[in-house]
């Protein structure tokens, strides 16, 4: 029995972290706000313009926030991240929000 509760698993555990989208499991973000030194995987949708960075592993160096929260009802939507890639160091020039970065586990 895997333990992740990913595909294959044959106990029908589905961590949190998963949802179902047809039959493609589609990583979520955390449930709280990343922080500095945090493991993060950029997730872009194909129409994204900055989706050449879809899948890549990061860092976060900084977390910004502000008052998009108070225009969604969404806690999480008030925060913004800048992030540098583990395999090359270099920082993109872009800021991500909360919704578009999924833990590394």
């Not at 029995?1 to 039959?23: A, C, E, F, N």
Request: glycine share 10%; proline share 9%.
């Amino acid at each position: 029995m895997l333990k992740s509760g990913i595909k294959g698993d044959k106990t029908g555990y589905k961590p949190q972290w998963v949802h179902r989208q047809g039959m493609k499991d589609v990583p979520q973000p955390a449930a709280e706000p990343y922080s500095p030194g945090d493991r993060v995987r950029v997730y872009l949708g194909p129409g994204d313009p900055d989706s050449a960075l879809h899948g890549v592993e990061c860092e976060v160096i900084d977390r910004y926030s502000d008052d998009l929260d108070s225009e969604t009802g969404r806690e999480l939507d008030k925060y913004t991240y800048r992030v540098k890639r583990v395999d090359n160091s270099n920082v993109p020039g872009v800021e991500f929000r909360h919704r578009d970065l999924v833990p590394v586990d």
